[in-house]
């Protein structure tokens, strides 16, 4: 199983390339807004890990998935716990038994 973290470019690549087949690196370019030299990088790093293959013909290098069991991981967070009393809010409403408007 490949863990892969979420809001990467890697999960976008990874994302089109199961969704779509053929695709040609300029394919992928055109489709996330950034330049080929960019997504080339990330390419040739999952071609290094052994998650997909780059096919290169004369005029367009097509990509193609080797692996297929991605997990995608949410990125980890530390949210602060806000704790809320509702001892204050009742205190409010039951000391006050006067008149609203002087």
């Known amino acids: ?7 990467t470019l890697k999960e976008q690549i990874i994302k089109i390339l199961q969704d779509t087949y053929p695709v040609t690196i300029e394919d992928i370019s055109k489709r996330l807004h950034l330049s080929k030299t960019q997504i080339t990088r990330v390419l040739k790093k999952l ?4 998650i997909l293959v780059l096919e290169e013909l ?7 998935l ?37």
């Open 47 to 50: 071609q290094m890990q052994q």
């Open 66 to 102: 080797i692996r297929h069991d991605f997990s995608f991981i949410g990125k980890k967070r530390q949210r602060k716990f806000i704790k809320h009393s509702k001892k204050n809010s009742k205190k409010q409403t039951d000391e006050y038994n006067g008149i609203m408007y002087s």
């Open 58 to 64: 004369p005029d367009k290098t097509y990509i193609r």
């Open 1 to 7: 199983m490949i863990e892969i973290t979420k809001g």
